[in-house]
């Protein structure tokens, strides 16, 4: 599917809002599997940032059911969220507008990390801290998933 816009930008800004590291995670996936970005991603082609990424975005998911993880909108949250949406934004735009994508993805994660955390909390009170955890990671992963792997399909392999 040919995208000349910024919607994967802004796709994967709203993965980041519910998991900071889960783009950053999955675009690491990508490139273990031989695939490009349509924007430039030198910072992923080191090994130790592609596998340290993995690692991240696996430790978040494990510290997320911990009962003194913070809010996803405490400072550092917020800062994971713009740093990794704005990279991962700016994968997914066309060559020649990663700064246009950044932007995008940064301007959905962040309103979107209040959104989510609200959802997050109603469901925690219906079904526990656990179990709510363990939905929204099955559907942030699919979803971080299905974003990159339509973004970099057309593109090609590397």
């Not at 950053?24 to 910072?43: D, E, I, N, Q």
């Amino acid at each position: 599917m040919k995208n000349s816009g910024l919607l994967y930008s802004a796709l994967i800004g709203a993965i980041a809002s519910a998991r900071s590291m889960t783009p950053m995670a999955a675009l690491s996936a990508a490139r273990l599997l031989g695939r490009s970005t349509p924007g430039t991603l030198a910072l992923l082609d080191r090994p130790v940032f592609r596998f340290g990424a993995l690692l991240m975005g696996a430790g978040e998911l494990a510290g997320d059911k911990m009962k003194t993880a913070p809010d996803r909108t405490v400072f550092l949250g917020l800062l994971a969220r713009v740093a990794s949406a704005g990279i991962a934004g700016s994968a997914l735009a066309p060559h020649g507008r990663e700064r246009a994508g950044a932007v995008a993805a940064i301007a959905t994660a962040v309103p979107l990390a209040y959104v989510t955390l609200d959802a997050r909390k109603s469901a925690m009170k219906r079904i526990g801290q656990t179990r709510s955890g363990l939905i929204e990671d099955a559907l942030i992963i699919a979803g971080g998933i299905a974003v990159v792997a339509l973004a970099v399909g057309a593109k090609g392999r590397r």
